[in-house]
């Protein structure tokens, strides 16, 4: 038996891009449109989602029911999640040459383990497995523009998410408020050190699609750029 | 108590004062057994005992046997689950114990979890940084029995060996019997290459349960005794 010649992997590996942003920043918005974009443009697209793996979310949202999770249990249940969407998907579509699309990648461990009290560098450890991406995009919002943005969606926040264990007021509303505009304080540290690109959300979503596709064109080659440009074209759809 | 790492800042300064003892061994080498008999001891002695295990969490554990289950789970995958549920034993259950002063008795620690990520090639620092979380226990026992001397208990017990606890997933040999013998000689190499480091101490598992449970019971009271002093 033979395992065959070495596997190369193409120097044309996949690109990843992830977006970053609290919640109600439009981030899933704009990726979903990115997604659209480069699919449209015929190329081999993959979006992945935090906290969506089979194997984990069961468990993730059991503790959330029995309110016995801590800091580090849900960091730890986060990063199995990423792992296992990481190890499946994301790595060997990376390799196989697509367009890994991630709603959210270890920065947002960074940030909110970080706000739950996990210490920084070992959070930052933890994930160490995972590549760096090619573009992270960070949607930069005033925390009152983006939780007024959620709460009008739907007005039941839950437990966790609303940072309730964090203990920073009893006030549901208040506590989701402060919780959220911790984690931005924890992302704007991270834009510089980890080279974010920074996307102003409360711009018009068509401008700041533009703004994301501009950019992502940098990642592709001059001839997919053409391809891009002739088939759903950047500038006929840049507002004059 | 010191934690490996970074502990968790969160808890802030930890009043402890029960102690942490971890028996660790591979399956069959008379790990319950013994635990079985310390915590009557050591409860007869007046001390109060909590056991813990791994994978015994509420939280955690149908998941990790979910994910074994499901092809394809990585090894890191799982190695991150059984932390998650290690956390949530540490927090749930040994912290709070060790504050009201319990001694808690660890069917298992961390060492179990690294050694069987090193043989199977997982990074022997970063498995190291994962845990450091983790408190470091007062006493750490480590219950020495060969390959070949366990899978005989195992067979006495059941007439399989365990498809995990052969090894069966690496690929080490033709049939379950030497993949068990090979496995476990790895195991046995990591734990070795673990005892100085982590301090901990062999304890000679093949004599008779009853030579074994009066070394434990010996060195763990005298422990006892000499924190007091």
């Known amino acids: 038996m033979t395992e065959g010649p070495p596997i190369k992997y193409a120097k044309a590996d996949g690109r990843l891009i992830a977006v970053e942003g609290i919640d109600g920043s439009g981030k899933s918005t704009q990726v979903r449109l990115l997604e659209q974009w480069l699919r449209h443009g015929g190329l081999r697209v993959f979006k992945t989602e935090w906290n969506s793996s089979d194997v984990v979310k069961e468990i993730t949202s059991k503790g959330k029911k029995k309110g016995t999770l801590t800091p580090t249990t849900f960091s730890l249940l986060h990063a199995t999640d990423f792992d296992d969407r990481y190890e499946r998907n994301i790595l060997p579509l990376l390799h196989a040459g697509y367009w890994v699309l991630a709603d959210r990648y270890a920065y947002t461990a960074y940030a909110r383990d970080a706000v739950r009290g996990c210490h920084p560098e070992w959070i930052r450890r933890l994930y160490s497995f995972a590549r760096k991406p090619d573009i992270v995009f960070y949607f930069e919002v005033p925390v009152d523009v983006a939780v007024n943005r959620m709460l009008s969606g739907r007005p039941n926040l839950k437990y966790y998410e609303a940072g309730m264990d964090l203990n920073l007021s009893n006030d549901i509303f208040e506590s989701y408020r402060i919780f959220q505009s911790r984690i931005t304080k924890e992302y704007e540290a991270m834009v510089k050190s980890d080279g974010f690109v920074v996307i102003d959300g409360s711009l018009p979503i068509e401008e700041q699609q533009r703004l994301v596709r501009s950019k992502v064109s940098g990642l592709m080659s001059k001839e997919v750029v053409h391809k891009m440009m002739v088939g759903t074209g950047i500038e006929s759809r840049t507002p004059s | ?229």
Not at chain 2, 2 to 18: A, I, N, Q, S
Not at chain 2, 37 to 64: C, D, F, P, W, Y
Not at chain 2, 141 to 153: A, G, I, T
Request: aromatic share 10%; proline share 3%.
């Open chain 2, 1 to 229: 108590m010191r934690f490996y790492g970074h502990g968790l800042p969160y808890l802030g300064e930890l009043d402890v004062k029960g102690r942490l003892i971890v028996i660790e061994g591979p399956d069959a080498s008379g790990r319950s057994t013994q635990i079985a008999t310390l915590t009557e001891k050591l409860e007869a002695e007046g001390h109060a005992v909590v056991n813990t295990g791994l994978k015994r969490s509420e939280l955690v554990s149908q998941g990790i046997i979910n994910a074994k289950r499901s092809l394809g789970t990585g090894k890191r995958t799982l190695s991150l689950f059984y932390a998650a549920d290690f956390a949530d034993q540490l927090e749930n259950k040994i912290i709070p114990a060790l504050r009201s002063g319990y001694i808690v008795l660890a069917d298992r620690y961390i060492y179990t979890l690294m050694a069987r990520d090193a043989v199977r090639g997982m990074d022997r620092k970063w498995c190291h940084d994962l845990f450091g979380f983790a408190l470091v226990p007062d006493l750490i026992f480590s219950l020495e029995v060969s390959p070949s001397e366990l899978v005989h208990r195992v067979f006495q017990r059941q007439n399989t060996l365990d498809f995990y606890e052969a090894g069966m997933d690496m690929g080490l040999g033709e049939d379950m019997y030497s993949s068990f013998i090979r496995y476990q000689r790895l195991i046995a190499a990591e734990f070795k290459r673990m005892q100085a480091r982590y301090g901990m101490i062999p304890v000679n598992g093949e004599r008779m349960p009853l030579a074994v449970e009066s070394e434990l019971q010996d060195r763990i009271l005298s422990f006892l005794v000499a924190q007091t002093q």
